[in-house]
């Protein structure tokens, strides 16, 4: 199975509550992605573990968490959301860098 | 300043036709090079790598890499209307796991 899941496919949320979204993949990859996507703009990375290790990117570090409970699942967490973080939330998986990364379907955030 | 950008923002090419995209970097760390494609309603699906200078040929899609002028770029030839979709070029460094994507090319194949 080379499918990476995510949890739920649309999400409605609240100005000012917090967001989590989930994903897994059965592929035991040591590395999981999280990018964010916005109409006409390239997926940008938010944060990636690399095993157990989370590397979040400098200019999103305040704005996303996230957690690794096991090699098979990632958390996105939001904990404050902003209309500004209306996008579609993929997630991804691969071994090393010279790898093949396999995504999920994604995440439609809307912020209201 | 974004890392990876790409040309044409979108592309129409009639069925069998050659359709060409294009992708440079701006950060001479990548080592390797890859295309991806998406369908809508569908996440990004890898099509091929190529972390070496010259052609990497796969079926009906040729990829070339320049990595002295950091360009990367893949041809599409015969096209087919099911090879509409949004291409993705990704470039990533050897040292560490992070990947970065550029904007897409929007590519319509017309019967």
């Known amino acids: 199975d080379t499918t990476v899941k995510q949890n739920p496919r649309y999400k409605l949320a609240r100005v000012g509550k917090p967001v989590n979204l989930i994903c897994s993949q059965t592929m035991n990859h040591d590395t999981m992605y999280w990018y964010q996507k916005k109409p006409n703009q390239a997926p940008k990375l938010l944060l990636f573990y690399y095993d157990k290790i989370l590397n979040r990117e400098a200019d999103t570090f305040e704005k996303f968490q996230s957690s690794r409970p096991n090699n098979s699942f990632c958390s996105l967490y939001i904990g404050s959301a902003g209309l500004e973080y209306s996008a579609m939330y993929l997630c991804?998986?691969?071994?090393?860098?010279?790898?093949?990364?396999?995504f999920g379907k994604g995440t439609r955030l809307t912020v209201v | 300043q974004q890392k990876v950008q790409q040309s044409p923002e979108s592309l129409s090419v009639p069925e069998g036709g050659m359709a060409s995209l294009n992708c440079t970097s701006s950060d001479r760390n990548f080592q390797y090079f890859w295309w991806y494609r998406q369908h809508s309603g569908e996440g990004p699906k890898a099509l091929m790598?190529?972390?070496?200078?010259g052609d990497k040929k796969e079926g009906r899609f040729t990829a070339h890499l320049n990595k002295a002028s950091l360009h990367v770029s893949l041809h599409i030839r015969d096209s087919q209307p099911s090879d509409s979709a949004l291409y993705f070029c990704?470039?990533?460094?050897?040292?560490?796991?992070?990947?970065?994507f550029g904007d897409g090319t929007q590519l319509v194949v017309k019967p």
């Open positions: 790598s190529i972390f070496s200078d």
């Open positions: 991804a998986s691969a071994r090393g860098s010279d790898t093949e990364v396999f």
């Open positions: 990704a470039a990533s460094e050897q040292s560490n796991n992070r990947i970065f």
